[in-house]
């Protein structure tokens, strides 16, 4: 499941930088990438909701906690 949820990522988000580590359902994500510039905490965690939202939909994923930065915040 950890390399799906990347590859669901890396299709919406061009990124600098991404890690996925968790079990079962629950999953954490560290996403940094140029396309956060400007953008609020909020925002930037709408987008990588948005690549995943199908398998949160599902119930393949529980929880994932994410953390996204900018590559400056990086």
Known sequence: MIEQIKSLIEKEIECEELRVDGD?????????SKAF?????VK?????YAAVNEHI??????????????????
């Open 24 to 32: 079962g359902s629950h999953f954490q994500v560290i996403v940094v």
């Open 37 to 41: 510039e400007g953008l609020r905490s």
């Open 57 to 74: 939909a599902s119930g393949d994923i529980h929880a994932l906690t994410i953390k996204a930065y900018t590559p400056e915040e990086w």
């Open 44 to 48: 930037k965690q709408q987008m990588v």
